[in-house]
T-cell receptor, first 111, second 115 residues
């Protein structure tokens, strides 16, 4: 069975600082991995996805993620965080359209 | 990209009544759609898998008689919450699987409040 672990429940960073959100997955074959962002009361917005190929994936809003098979990880990064990045972030693994989500990481941005 | 539309975006209903939520794939045909539920401050949990023309498959612990799913066409799946109670208040999100692909696209979600 597929599963996703996001070890950090809550992360606080200062505006302008770099960010890394961790994601570990468990899946038997080649995983299809996604990062989503959710603002309060809103739906999911896709930040980026990995299917195959280059293990460093670029997404929207300046985010990137790196797939590391040896570590079963798909960590999300951003070099300089903006106050508008404060939100809930979900990592997900998908198989045949069915998505399994991590518990999410709440990002707080300090001015 | 592919677009999935959910309707309504939010709904308030009285306890004991039923409410229907629609999920439509606007620019592709989806043989499989999925329904998720998200309680406040929690992650999304899969409720059921909806296959066009057949019965839905429910996850363990989800009451199939309470959450009726119909997938009568390749572009529409509906979730009906029957005899809703305050504990059913939640955010319901659907997704539709893109053909010949493992990816699914999400609707914008429906906020259900039962009073």
């Amino acid at each position: 069975a597929q599963s996703v672990t996001q070890p950090d429940i809550h992360i606080t960073v200062s505006e302008g600082a770099s960010l890394e959100l961790r994601c570990n997955y468990s899946y038997g074959a080649t995983p299809y991995l996604f990062w989503y962002v959710q603002s309060p009361g809103q739906g999911l917005q896709l930040l980026l996805k990995y299917f195959s190929g280059d293990t460093l994936v670029q997404g929207i809003k300046g985010f990137e993620a790196e797939f590391k098979r040896s570590q079963s990880s798909f960590n999300l990064r951003k070099p300089s965080v903006h106050w508008s990045d404060a939100a809930e972030y979900f990592c997900a693994v998908t198989n045949a359209g069915k998505s399994t989500f991590g518990d999410g990481t709440t990002l707080t941005v300090k001015p | 990209g592919a677009v999935v539309s959910q309707h309504p975006s939010w709904v308030i209903c009285k306890s004991g009544t039923s409410v229907k939520i629609e999920c439509r794939s606007l620019d592709f045909q989806a043989t499989t759609m999925f329904w998720y539920r998200q309680f406040p401050k929690q992650s999304l949990m899969l409720m059921a898998t909806s296959n066009e023309g057949s019965k839905a498959t429910y996850e363990q612990g989800v009451e199939k008689d309470k959450f009726l799913i119909n997938h009568a066409s390749l572009t529409l799946s509906t979730l009906t919450v029957t005899s809703a109670h305050p504990e059913d208040s939640s955010f319901y999100i659907c997704s539709a699987r893109f053909p010949v692909n493992t990816e699914a696209f999400f609707g914008q979600g429906t906020r259900l409040t039962v009073v």
